[in-house]
């Protein structure tokens, strides 16, 4: 049974830097494709990065250079650092996989604000 459970956002200045965490169980997060999307209050849910099996990234325009997604497969985690954090980088950030396309996690809380 596939479970994702997301961490690691908090209340951050602009400028300022949060890793995110999402660890998995029920699968090994190195044989999928693994996404990190993101909702902010009224608007609908994008993709923010993703990763596929071989390691290959790829990044909304929104966030390039700035937003860096990792695995680390001993732990089964997946990474989100996100730098240079921006007011509208506030949301709540998901991660998904290709091996459960339908399952949602509840998400971490990211505010980005002085």
């Known amino acids: 049974q596939v479970q994702l459970v997301e961490s690691g956002g908090g209340l951050v200045q602009p400028g300022g830097s949060l890793r995110l965490s999402c660890a998995a169980s029920g699968f090994t997060v190195s044989s999928y494709s693994m996404y990190w999307y993101r909702q902010a209050p009224g608007k609908e849910r994008e993709m923010v990065a993703f990763i596929r099996v071989g390691g290959s990234t790829n990044y909304a325009d929104s966030v390039k250079g700035r937003f860096t997604i990792s695995r680390d497969n001993a732990k089964n985690t997946v990474y989100l650092q996100m730098n240079s954090l921006k007011p509208e980088d506030t949301a709540v950030y998901y991660c998904?996989?290709?091996?459960?396309?339908?399952?949602w996690g509840q998400g971490t809380q990211v505010t980005v604000s002085s």
């Open positions: 998904r996989t290709t091996r459960d396309y339908a399952y």
